[in-house]
């Protein structure tokens, strides 16, 4: 399921362009220099006797300060895992990810965006699955920054937007397929086709979290049961399942083992059997292979037909 953005007309979606910048250590050093020039001309000038000449040393040593604040005002450092987008009077300038000292311009708001990889887990929540069997389900994503620019300004709140998009995925999905299948059944199931599953949540969640320039890494579903309301007659119909199951395998493999019984019988000539017989010796068979207790021999001395 795909979510869309209204753009407004004219207007084209914002991208991450990198952003302009100039190492930061010299700027940082001819900033000190600056300081410390800025400091000697103010104090020459409190020396001076001249009045004109001690206005002039004042003014160009508050134009020095002022290129040093300027100077320190535009240092930016960018340290490993973090991206600094520039914003300078509302439009975006571009995004430096190189990690060290920088200087942009100082007029330009920087703001911080973490490009590191996260973990994102769902509150348990409880869903009607497809069969409409209430079952509770919980799952954990793992995400990261793609397009810096995007997660600053076409959502409100990044983190906030992928974990409700998150939940709201994670629910779409519990509620598209049954919890489990019969064994004659063809659909997928939460339980029985887990990877189909998340496969299928990755997708989902990536395509809802693409326009704030977030990219889905992986996702899990961390609690899968049924809710508990029903987990016991869930259960008791799981168990009824399997022993049905259980008893199909042992009638065909007895079948079988009978069917080999007789042929081999045929084809070395130990025993001539009429169809009266077979029939007593199948019947006999089928309740020692079937039976779930210990059966006991018993000899018969006489004949069939006694």
């Not at 001819?30 to 104090?43: D, E, R, S």
């Not at 240092?75 to 000292?101: D, E, H, K, N």
Request: aromatic residues 4%; charged residues 20%; hydrophobic residues 45%.
């Amino acid at each position: 399921m795909s979510v869309q953005v209204a753009a407004e007309p004219g207007s084209s979606p914002i991208a991450e362009a990198k952003g302009w910048s100039v190492p930061g250590i010299p700027v940082l050093v001819a900033g000190i220099v600056l300081v410390l020039a800025g400091v000697g001309v103010l104090a020459r000038s409190a020396a001076g006797n001249h009045g004109a000449t001690k206005g002039a040393l004042v003014v160009v040593g508050i134009v020095i300060l002022l290129c040093a604040a300027t100077a320190f005002g535009g240092l930016t450092p960018v340290i490993v895992g973090q991206a600094r987008v520039v914003q300078l009077f509302g439009r975006y300038q571009g995004t430096i990810r190189t990690p060290g000292l920088t200087w942009v311009n100082p007029l330009a708001k920087r703001r911080r965006v973490s490009v590191r990889i996260r973990n994102h887990e769902t509150a348990q929540a409880k869903v009607n699955d497809a069969d409409g069997n209430p079952i509770e389900i919980a799952a954990v994503v793992v995400w990261q920054v793609r397009d810096t620019a995007q997660a600053l300004y076409s959502v409100d709140d990044y983190p906030a937007f992928v974990s409700i998009q998150t939940e709201t995925a994670v629910r779409h999905i519990a509620s598209s397929y049954p919890y489990t299948s019969g064994p004659d059944e063809e659909r997928l199931s939460l339980r029985e086709n887990a990877e189909e599953i998340t496969a299928k949540l990755s997708a989902e969640i990536a395509d809802r979290v693409r326009p704030a320039g977030v990219t889905i890494i992986e996702s899990r579903l961390t609690r899968l049961s049924y809710a508990a309301e029903i987990a016991q007659a869930m259960l008791r119909q799981q168990q009824a399942s399997a022993v049905v199951g259980a008893r199909y395998r042992i009638v065909e493999g007895a079948v079988g083992m009978v069917r080999l019984a007789l042929q081999r019988l045929e084809e070395q000539g130990v025993v001539e059997l009429d169809e009266e017989r077979k029939a007593a010796m199948v019947s006999n068979l089928l309740v020692v292979l079937c039976s779930e207790q210990a059966t006991q021999q018993v000899v018969n001395t006489g004949s069939l037909y006694q």
